[in-house]
């Protein structure tokens, strides 16, 4: 049966509630899972999130002792550089999400080698190709900590199998050894597991699943039997009903 205890890759909470996040922090179960938090532009206008850089700090001070990536949202280069360096000076906890590609398609390795190369650790997102993967490790600074966040879920919703894509991804980032894996865009919790097996180090997790983690090892028998239970109640809450008078057939 798997183990949620057996992983060695680490979850990350992605969402933008404050609230979500301090009930993790309070949930005895799967608060030592969490060793890190993402979010990004549309998860947090999602959650309602009014003031950018007013949300950034709370939860930077809800979360001071773990990593957690904040994204820039300018459209061109130099824009998205001052953004950059500043979201890097909220915290020392802080990765940088920088998009692998400006909104015309262009490739961001100038801006990314520039703010690793200052020390800053990025986190860069929206990857799904594995020429994107190898663009970016070169452009990263081999003593500087990142995060190279794949969307194995995307990947995935296109019919394409990502497992073989993400542990080819491991392998073409074991040239920069301070940089982390993150399978993102997960569409189930069997995901963690193909992330833990692919080799990944990090796998985000929205709230959605954290809620299905003590489903795991579960009794498939009992899960079964709890199912018709529902189903059964559910029906009879709802007050249908059937009208079962066998019918007369029609003489001829």
Not at 9 to 26: N, Q
Not at 178 to 196: G, K, T
Not at 229 to 234: A, G, L, P
């Amino acid at each position: 049966m798997p183990s949620i205890d057996d992983l060695r890759v680490k979850l990350f909470a992605d969402g933008a509630d404050i609230a979500s996040i301090l009930a993790l922090g309070r949930n005895s179960r799967v608060a030592p899972l969490i060793k890190g938090f993402t979010t990004n532009p549309t998860l947090m206008r999602k959650a309602g999130v009014l003031d950018y850089e007013a949300f950034a700090r709370s939860l930077l001070r809800v979360v001071p002792d773990r990593p957690v990536s904040f994204e820039v949202f300018a459209g061109d280069e130099d824009a998205m550089e001052a953004q950059a360096r500043v979201i890097a000076s909220w915290s020392p906890n802080v990765n940088v999400k920088i998009p692998v590609t400006d909104q015309d398609g262009i490739f961001m390795g100038p801006l990314i080698q520039r703010l690793s190369g200052d020390g800053i650790a990025v986190n860069v997102t929206a990857i799904l190709t594995l020429d994107q993967v190898q663009r970016v490790a070169f452009a990263l600074h081999p003593a500087t900590p990142a995060i190279v966040s794949v969307f194995a879920g995307r990947i995935a919703d296109t019919g394409v199998d990502p497992v073989p894509i993400m542990r080819q991804a491991r392998r073409i980032l074991a040239v920069r050894p301070r940089a982390e894996l993150l399978w993102a865009s997960p569409r189930e919790v069997f995901n963690i597991f193909q992330a833990d097996a692919a080799g990944c180090h990090i796998i985000t997790v929205p709230p959605e699943f954290l809620s299905k983690l003590s489903l795991i090892g579960k009794d498939l028998a009992d899960y079964s039997l709890e199912t018709v239970n529902m189903f059964h109640r559910d029906a009879h809450a709802a007050a249908y009903h059937i009208n079962t008078v066998t019918l007369i057939p029609s003489g001829d």
